[in-house]
């Protein structure tokens, strides 16, 4: 059974491990590593903003949720190739959903780069929204938004 919490200190070879798989597919791709590669695990884990996917034991993938004014930023969400499609990724998501729910912010926003075409076709089959396209130094950046309707402010509060 696939249960989610939230990452420890001890988990933090394992993050970066799942990450360097699950983004490694890309490298060709780019001309530089994607971010989540490069990303500082042991203090996002430290400021309580990674989750993991635990099955039997063995972490299976990762989500980083970063709160904002607004909405909740999905920054990295990371799944083991050989458990891609299984459903892991979907979990994510909705833990993701049930975060900004929970913080009461009206919508999940996220990046990805250009060239995870996977991801492109991906975020809309559950639900998300592009809304723009941009340069950041070396990467081209496709953002998603995804409105939770129990959470969208009422025509008096925007």
Same mark, same amino acid.
Request: hydrophobic share 40%.
């Given at each position: 059974? *696939?249960?989610i919490?939230?990452?420890?200190?001890?988990?933090?070879?394992?993050?970066?491990?799942?990450?360097?798989?699950? &983004?490694?597919?890309?490298?060709?791709?780019?001309?530089?590593?994607?971010?989540?590669?490069?990303?500082?695990?042991?203090?996002?884990?430290?400021?309580?903003?990674?989750?993991?996917?635990?099955?039997?034991?063995?972490?299976?993938?990762?989500?980083?949720?970063?709160? =904002?004014?607004?909405?909740?930023?999905l920054?990295?969400?990371?799944?083991?190739?050989?458990?891609?499609?299984?459903?892991?990724?979907?979990?994510?998501?909705?833990? =993701?959903?049930?975060?900004?729910?929970?913080?009461?912010?009206?919508?999940?926003?996220?990046?990805?780069?250009?060239?995870?075409?996977?991801?492109?076709?991906?975020?809309?089959?559950h639900?998300?929204?592009?809304?723009?396209?941009?340069?950041?130094?070396?990467?081209?950046?496709?953002? &998603?938004?995804k *409105?939770?309707?129990?959470?969208?402010?009422?025509?008096?509060?925007?």
């Amino acid at each position: 059974m *696939l249960n989610i919490r939230q990452a420890a200190s001890t988990d933090v070879a394992e993050l970066e491990a799942i990450v360097a798989d699950a &983004f490694g597919v890309y490298l060709p791709r780019m001309n530089v590593k994607p971010v989540p590669m490069t990303a500082d695990y042991r203090a996002l884990v430290q400021a309580e903003q990674v989750w993991v996917a635990v099955e039997d034991g063995e972490i299976l993938g990762l989500i980083v949720l970063v709160p =904002a004014v607004d909405h909740l930023y999905l920054d990295t969400i990371a799944v083991r190739r050989r458990a891609q499609g299984s459903g892991v990724g979907r979990r994510l998501l909705d833990l =993701a959903e049930t975060e900004s729910t929970t913080r009461s912010l009206p919508a999940v926003v996220l990046c990805t780069n250009e060239v995870m075409t996977e991801n492109l076709a991906y975020y809309p089959r559950h639900g998300y929204t592009q809304t723009h396209v941009a340069q950041d130094g070396d990467y081209r950046r496709v953002y &998603f938004r995804k *409105l939770l309707p129990q959470n969208k402010p009422r025509a008096n509060e925007q």
